[in-house]
Each structure stands twice: as structure tokens, then as C-alpha cells.
């Protein structure tokens, strides 16, 4: 556990504090009196409410939408249901820039709206409710569709045959077993949306702005450090109390488990209400899900693959390398990330998983999910702050992107391997140290064979999270080592129509390695491995 302990405090406490210090303390002296005064500014309000207002928002609309979808998977049969299922899982690990940059495509200026009825939505809120709707429809799918199918539909029946409605049976007997799985889903919506930065960033333009969005601007626009540092604080406090709810709904969770049944609970539609449900997910996923990406790759082929042939031109502007040399940087930082989360989150795995673990180890489990809800603009922005001198001056090696995107990445590491190292049976691993093995050898052959399908699914989460990260890579990409998401916001901050097409080529490119990433996943998926 040393090993984790001391890579997140040097690669994200440090950063962080780094931040905070930078904006609240004045000759050496805390001045915790500039909170209020930053809270109390109006704008800032406003962001807050904005904040907090758009992420209950996403969050019902969100439920309302996906609920209906995992009853489908979980309670109803049909062909082509494993590819259905991958294909609703894509959103999920897509980039933020790339979902932002689809729904420009759709929504914006030119798109398949403003060309069919001329209707725009992009700089406005529904836009970016639908965004974050497509990029969270999955997490509702398998955290609640995933119990859904082992709860034994018995009961159910038994309350009918009693005389219950369906309605009435479902909401008194179906929903309370669910609410765990619904509550968890909607925390981890809300924690999402709350923390949103590369869809505002590019669909809500200068009208909108998320607690994530005004940090960067704060930090690289208005260099307002103080400001900057008291949202970090804000969203802090904010994402550790949703954290730790969220903690309490998966105990909560866990403990329904205990009801499911053995077989499949899934049977081939019956009556005209269950294929019009099914008709009416489909019909769904097609619109919400496919459209967007379906758009943003005819837009990217617009007169041909002119646009793809230009990402190969280097501009000598924004650009001091061709913009098609951001897909082999993104590449090779994504590989060096993974194989970082994967030593960093496997060791941190392997630590919790133990029956031993004391209280303060079963206390880091929670602290590893703080990079998925702090901000990562302060993150990046810290590693400029804190990392720049000795004895860990980075500030000009490439390494700081990959340790970036591996803060990512650990949390879905150790949020894969945790669940199967935790079903190891202790007596095998002692049965080998009696036989005189190493606990290199215990590990390398008892271990390894069973998680070895876990490693390969959180290497390649691993891989589609740092090949998308922006917000920190955003501060510590170098000009002439940009990364595709960098790379494809660069394009679209800069006019024409030849910059958005060559955006929109790019965040092709991206969407594609991504979706061939998470297919892999699927086809090494099994009902024991790992959380979603």
C-alpha cells in the first residue's frame, strides 16, 4: 500500500494543496476569510447554482430515459442483445470532447438540425443535457439493469396473484429491492455532470459555466488563483459528501444481492406492451445514441476526406506539429498511463483485497475515487505549480501527462480487480507459501491466473480514460506534443470551416479507437468481473 499511498500524495494531494496554498495563503499566512468573499460575489453564486442545477437536471432526465432501458436488458430476451449492450456501454468511455464536439455536429451551427429545420441548440442548456444524458445512459443501463436481472421475478408475481397491479407490484415489491442500484446510478450521474468541463467547455459557450469550467478560466485566462482555489474547496467538500453517500449505497446494494436469483431472469417479449417497450429503447438508443456519432463522422467526410488528408499539414500556428501526430502522441502517453494505473491500481487492489486490510487501508478505498470528481483542470494546473522545481522538477518532461492520465485510470483499475481478488480463496495462497513459495510466486501463480481477465479489462478502461482525459492534459500538453483531445479543442477554438472539419475528423479518429477499445472489453467481460 506505501507504494499508492505515496503516488497519490506526491501526483495528487500535493498538486491539489499546491492550488489552494497558491490562491489563500498571503506572506506565509492563511487568509480563510477570502471563501466568503469569493462565495459571496454573485457570479460566483450563479455558478454554483448553475452547477448544481444542470446536474440534478442531467441526473433525472438522465434516469427517466435510461430506467426503461435497463429493464429491457434485464428482463427481456432478443437477438442481437450482447451487441445492443455494446454498443449502449460506447458513450460511457468516449471523451468528454469528442461527445461535445458529436453533439456540435448535430446540434450546432451547420448541423443536422440547423440543415433539416434550422433549429440551433448549441450555447444552450438542452444541449448540454443531452450531451450528458448520452455520456451517463450506460451507467443507469449496468448498475441498475445489472441488479435488476438477478432479482428473483417471483416476487413480483406472487404480489400479483395477490391482486396487485402491475404498477402497484412493481412499485412495492421491484423498486425498494432497486433503490440501492437507482441511488448509486443517480450519485454517480450527479457526481459526473456535477464535475462537467469538456462538454460545457464547447457546447455551452460563454453563457454557461460549471464550477470545472470557471476553474479554467480563473486559472489560464484570469490567472484569479484565489478564485480558483476557493472552487477547488467548494467542489471538494462537494464531491467527498456525494462520495461518501455513495459509499452507503453500495453497502446498501451489496446486501440486496443477497435476494437474486439463481437462473436468468430474462425471457423473449410477451404481449404488446413489453415489444412496444422494446421498440421504444431501440428506437431511443438509435436517436440519442447513434445519431450523434453517426453525424459527426458524415460531417468529418464532408466533400470527400479532404479534412483527414489536411490533418497531415502543419500550420506553423497553433500548431507547431501536424495535427495528425497528436493520434500517435495520445497513443503513446495512453499506453505509458496504463501500464502506470495498472502497477499503481493492481498494488492498491491487492491491498484492499486482503482480510487483514485495517480500517485506515478500507479508508483509501474511497480516497481513490476522489480523482474522478476533483477537479482536473487543478490537478493539471498543480503539476505546473508544484512539479517545477527540485527535487521533482517535470515541469518540462513528458511524463506529466501520462502520470495525469493515470490518476484517471487507477480508480477503474482497482474498481475491476477489487471484486475478483476479493473471491481468491485465502487457503489457496497459504497453501502455496506452506510449500515454500515466494509471496512473488503465490502472487504469480495463484493470483495472476484468475484476475488475468480483470487485468486485461482494466488495462483497456485504463486505456480509453487516458486517451480521453482533457482537463488536466489541457495545462501540461507541450505545443508540440499535443494530445487529441487538446488537439481537437485547439481546432475548434480557431475559425473556418477547415479547422472545425479537421476537429471533427479527429474526434472521429478518437471515437473509433475508443469504441474498439470498450468491444474488446466486452467480448473478455464476465458477470464476475469487476464494477461498472
Not at 450523434?292 to 500556428?317: H, K, Q, T, W
Amino acid at each position: 500500500m506505501a507504494v499508492p499511498v505515496a503516488f497519490f500524495a506526491v501526483f495528487f494531494a500535493w498538486p491539489v494543496a499546491a492550488i489552494v496554498a497558491r490562491g489563500l495563503k498571503v506572506d506565509g499566512r492563511w487568509r480563510l476569510g477570502r471563501i466568503a468573499d469569493v462565495v459571496g460575489q454573485s457570479d460566483i453564486r450563479h455558478v454554483l447554482w448553475f452547477t448544481t442545477w444542470q446536474a440534478l437536471a442531467s441526473t433525472a432526465l438522465t434516469l427517466l430515459v435510461a430506467l426503461p432501458a435497463a429493464y429491457v436488458f434485464a428482463r427481456l430476451e432478443f437477438p442481437g442483445k450482447q451487441v445492443l449492450r455494446a454498443v449502449v456501454t460506447v458513450p460511457f468511455v468516449l471523451p468528454t470532447v469528442v461527445v461535445g464536439t458529436a453533439f456540435l455536429a448535430l446540434v450546432g451551427r451547420g448541423g443536422l438540425l440547423d440543415e433539416l429545420w434550422g433549429v440551433r441548440l448549441d450555447t444552450t442548456v438542452w444541449a448540454i443535457l443531452l450531451a450528458h444524458v448520452f455520456f451517463n445512459y450506460a451507467v443507469v443501463v449496468r448498475t441498475v439493469g445489472g441488479l435488476w436481472s438477478q432479482l428473483d421475478p417471483r416476487q413480483e408475481e406472487a404480489a400479483r396473484m395477490l391482486g396487485a397491479s402491475p404498477l402497484g407490484a412493481w412499485r412495492k415489491v421491484t423498486l425498494p429491492a432497486l433503490a440501492p442500484a437507482v441511488a448509486a446510478a443517480a450519485l454517480m450521474v450527479f457526481l459526473f455532470t456535477f464535475t462537467s468541463f469538456g462538454v460545457v467547455q464547447i457546447l455551452g459557450g460563454p453563457t454557461f459555466s460549471t464550477l470545472e469550467v470557471e476553474i479554467y478560466r480563473q486559472t489560464s485566462e484570469i490567472f484569479d488563483l484565489t478564485t480558483a482555489a476557493v472552487l477547488t474547496i467548494v467542489q471538494f467538500v462537494a464531491v467527498g459528501a456525494i462520495l461518501v453517500v455513495h459509499a452507503w449505497t453500495v453497502r446498501r446494494r451489496e446486501s440486496a444481492l443477497r435476494l437474486v436469483a439463481p437462473e436468468s431472469t430474462a425471457r423473449r417479449p410477451r404481449g404488446a406492451g413489453q415489444w412496444a417497450l422494446l421498440g421504444g429503447v431501440l428506437a431511443t438508443v438509435a436517436v440519442l445514441l447513434v445519431l450523434p456519432p453517426a453525424v459527426l463522422v458524415r460531417r468529418s467526410i464532408d466533400g470527400g476526406f479532404g479534412y483527414y488528408r489536411a490533418l497531415g499539414d502543419a500550420d506553423g500556428g497553433t500548431f507547431l506539429v501536424a495535427p495528425i501526430e497528436s493520434v500517435v502522441n495520445s497513443l503513446q502517453y495512453a499506453v505509458v498511463a496504463t501500464a502506470v494505473a495498472l502497477v499503481i491500481g493492481g498494488l492498491a487492489a491487492a491491498a484492499l483485497a486482503r482480510r487483514d486490510a485495517g480500517r485506515l487501508v478500507r479508508g483509501f478505498d474511497a480516497l481513490l475515487m476522489l480523482p474522478l470528481g476533483v477537479s482536473a483542470v487543478t490537478v493539471g494546473f498543480g503539476f505546473l505549480i508544484a512539479l517545477d522545481k527540485p527535487p521533482l522538477d517535470l515541469r518540462q518532461s513528458w511524463i506529466l501527462v501520462p502520470l495525469a492520465q493515470a490518476l484517471v485510470g487507477v480508480p477503474f483499475v482497482v474498481r475491476t480487480m477489487l471484486p475478483v481478488l476479493r473471491a481468491v480463496d485465502e487457503r489457496l495462497r497459504e497453501a502455496a507459501a506452506v510449500l515454500g513459495a515466494s509471496p512473488w510466486r503465490v502472487w504469480r501463480e495463484v493470483d495472476l491466473p484468475m484476475v488475468r481477465r480483470a487485468l486485461l479489462i482494466a488495462a483497456g478502461f485504463a486505456f480509453a480514460v487516458s486517451l480521453g482525459e482533457f482537463g488536466a492534459t489541457v495545462f501540461i500538453a507541450r505545443p508540440d506534443n499535443p494530445t487529441l483531445p487538446v488537439a481537437v479543442a485547439r481546432l475548434l477554438s480557431r475559425p473556418g470551416d477547415l479547422n472545425y472539419g479537421q476537429a471533427m475528423a479527429l474526434s472521429t479518429i478518437l471515437m473509433v479507437v475508443c469504441a474498439v477499445a470498450l468491444l474488446v472489453l466486452e467480448r473478455l467481460r464476465t458477470d464476475r468481473t469487476g464494477e461498472f
